[in-house]
Every structure is written in structure tokens, then in C-alpha cells.
């Protein structure tokens, strides 16, 4: 895929939201220059797969979020690395960082410092908690973020918040920046002007519970957390089979009706406490309470089987083993055996989760191993071989 052949990112991105956003883009054909510290950057170590190995440690999130991207080594502050820096600039389309403001001036490259070499950049920053405001520097994760936006007070038990235990916003977060920075290139394209596009870890998390939000701002309901249950239809729960467990969502009047033929018991569709999904969320309980002793007269198999016949949208809850494992996940050719130096064998690599009728995908490519292409990288720039060497000497690189 080469929609954006032609155009360089610089990734300064650590972590997950600035280095997926930095994915996407060389999903879509970008060179993407993977920038990290001299030593390596935390996020390329953290969970590893190959502890202990002799080639260097190597974390499972670096190994999903930096493919297709070539990977340089640079310690901006390091006096002698303002002509790499300078030069890097000025070859850029995008930059992708995620950290607060007075981060990117530490390093240099804050708007204005980038303006100054190239007008016609695009900055695309991301913070914890917005660019202004009482929090507008502090530092923070997604579980923050899902803390301060209502997630946590809302999964779990109602006496223990709970959070997501996969990074939802950091995801959201970059893919988010991906549709900035496409916008701005667009933009550029008509007007020639660069520009900063601005996401935020909380905004992100507000963004998916806009409509929780709304709902507590005009009705003042306040929710509590009520753990799988579902308060706004039934049945919508996670029930214990004979031999595992199954998440079942039935939303809407037809899909309530039939479940209830399902049953076999009609009773359900004439008692007015389950006349509409807001009503059966409010006795959800009583609903979860009849379809899990129908659930746990069956396998997961068979419940899966018949909720399916009966058009009822329901999903087996599965171990990362079993997904690995499962056949429509096969089915989907959506995770790509990857090799990468230091792992033995292969790892399944998730691709870019979209599909294109007029657009190939091409096989992703492996992550980096720490300073891979920085050589390559400075060549390009117009460094010698002799200029490469004096700075790696100084640790610039």
C-alpha cells in the first residue's frame, strides 16, 4: 500500500499512543523513522519476550507497534546533534511525538522550533490531559485517563473500580492523531501550510463515554458499576456454560423477542417490567437470572449454536491462547507471522484491521532492532562515513 509514498514521519513517539499512530501511517506507506534514545526507549523493553537474551530484550507492544518503520538512534540534547536534528526536519512531513509541551521544547521540537526549519511541518502531539487547563503538564497513562473519564466507577463490582485491562485509549489516541495528521496533509496539500494537530489521553477517554456523559448530565441518573450485566437492555451478561463461559447482547426489541421464543416463553414479551430495553435494564437481573440456567444446562458450543440460529449476537469468552487459536480468527488473515531477530521462531503480528476493495495490503514489515537503519538514515541526510563515526564516538547516535 502506498497512499502516502513520498511522505516522511519522524516517530519520536514512546509507549503506545505515538508509536501506533506512527504504525498506522507506515501501514498506509509512509516512511516512518522510528527515533529512540541511544540506549533504546523504555517502551522497546517493556514486557519482553526474550528476557535475558544476548541480542537484546524485546517487548511485545514494541514488537505490535513499530512495524513497517526503520529505526535510528539520536539523543537530541546532546551537544553536536543539532545538525542531525536540523537535517531530519527539514526531510519530514510529519513529526509524531506524545508528550507534554514543555517535553517537546526540551528536545526541540515544540511547533514553533519545528516552524523555524520548516514551515510546512505537521506536528502531531498527544499529552495525558490536553495542551491547557490545571493538568495541561502533567504526565500520565491510559488507566488515568480511564480513571478521570468515569470508565473506572463503571466496569467492575459497584465497591471496586475496575479498569480496562487492554489500553483502549492509548489506541484510540493514535488512531485518532492518524485522522488529524491525514486531515492536515490534506489541508497542506490545498494551501501549502503546515500545522499542529493535538490529541489528548482524557479527551479520548471522554470521547467514549460521550454518551454515559450525556446521559448523567441531563438525567443526573448516576450509575453505578453492575460488573458483565448491562443496564439499558437484556439480556446482556457473561453466562457460565457446562465447560466455559459466553457473552450474550441482546439490544432492541427484536432481538429481546427473540430470545424470549428462544426460551420458549412467551410470558417475557407481555410483563411491562421488560416492555422496553430501559425497563429490562432496570430488572436485568431477573432476565440474567433465567438465561443463565439455560446456559448452564449446555456446552459453550452448543449455547454459541443456538444463539446463533436464533439470530442473537453472542462470543465465547476465550484465553489470548484460545483467540490465537480460534478459527475465525484464522479465517480473518488478520495476524501475520513475523520473524525478528532475537525471538525464536515467529510472532503473530495484527496488520492494519482494515479491509480495501481498490487498495493491496502488503505484508507488514518487522519492527526495528535497536539503531538498525540509523547509518542508512544519516547517509541519506548527506553525513559521511567519517561524520557517522564521530557520532556515534560521542554517543549523538
Not at 320 to 328: G, S, V
Request: with cysteine; aromatic share 6%; net charge negative.
Amino acid at each position: 500500500m502506498n497512499i502516502l509514498k513520498g511522505v516522511r514521519v519522524l516517530d519520536f513517539g514512546r509507549y503506545i499512543a505515538g508509536p501506533f499512530c506512527g504504525a498506522l501511517l507506515g501501514d498506509l506507506g509512509a516512511d516512518v523513522i522510528r527515533i529512540e534514545k541511544v540506549s533504546g526507549s523504555e517502551d522497546r523493553y517493556t514486557t519482553p519476550v526474550n528476557p535475558g537474551h544476548p541480542d537484546g530484550e524485546v517487548g511485545s507492544t514494541f514488537l505490535h507497534l513499530n512495524r513497517n518503520k526503520r529505526g535510528m538512534t539520536l539523543n537530541p540534547k546532546k551537544p553536536g546533534a543539532d545538525e542531525i536534528k536540523r537535517k531530519l526536519i527539514e526531510s519530514a512531513d510529519v513529526v509524531v511525538a506524545n508528550m507534554p509541551q514543555t517535553g517537546l521544547k526540551d528536545i526541540g521540537i515544540d511547533y514553533p522550533s519545528l516552524c523555524q526549519i520548516k514551515p510546512s511541518i505537521i506536528l502531531a502531539s498527544s499529552t495525558a490531559f490536553g495542551a491547557t487547563g490545571p493538568f495541561g503538564d502533567r504526565v500520565g497513562f491510559d488507566g488515568v485517563a480511564q480513571a478521570m473519564s468515569g470508565n473506572l466507577h463503571m466496569t467492575g463490582p459497584a465497591d471496586q473500580p475496575m479498569r480496562n485491562f487492554h489500553p483502549y485509549v492509548d489506541f484510540t489516541t493514535g488512531a485518532l492523531n492518524t485522522i488529524a495528521i491525514l486531515a492536515a496533509i490534506l489541508h497542506r496539500n490545498q494551501t501549502g501550510e503546515g500545522q499542529e494537530v493535538q490529541g489528548a489521553l482524557l479527551a479520548s477517554a471522554l470521547t467514549v463515554a460521550g454518551g454515559t456523559l450525556i446521559e448523567q448530565a441531563i438525567t443526573g441518573i448516576n450509575r453505578v458499576a453492575s460488573g458483565n450485566r448491562g443496564q439499558t437492555a437484556a439480556p446482556s451478561d457473561t453466562y457460565q456454560t457446562l465447560d466455559g463461559w459466553i457473552l450474550v447482547s441482546a439490544i432492541g426489541q427484536p432481538l429481546f423477542e427473540r430470545w424470549a421464543h428462544l426460551m420458549g416463553e412467551d410470558h417475557w414479551l407481555e410483563d411491562p417490567r421488560f416492555a422496553s430495553d430501559a425497563s429490562r435494564g432496570k430488572h436485568a437481573a431477573i432476565i440474567s437470572q433465567r438465561m443463565q440456567a439455560w446456559t448452564l444446562s449446555r456446552t459453550t458450543a452448543e449455547v454459541a449454536n443456538e444463539l446463533d440460529q436464533a439470530r442473537i449476537p453472542c462470543g465465547e469468552v476465550l484465553s489470548p491462547q484460545e483467540a490465537l487459536e480460534h478459527p475465525q480468527v484464522n479465517a480473518m488473515n488478520y495476524l501475520t507471522d513475523i520473524e525478528y531477530p532475537g525471538i525464536e521462531g515467529s510472532y503473530p503480528l495484527p496488520r492494519l484491521p482494515l479491509e480495501f476493495s481498490k487498495i493491496e495490503l502488503e505484508k507488514p514489515k518487522r519492527p526495528p532492532t535497536l539503531s538498525e537503519h540509523t547509518n542508512e538514515i544519516l547517509s541519506e541526510l548527506g553525513f559521511s562515513g567519517q561524520d557517522i563515526a564521530k557520532f556515534r564516538e560521542q554517543r549523538i547516535v
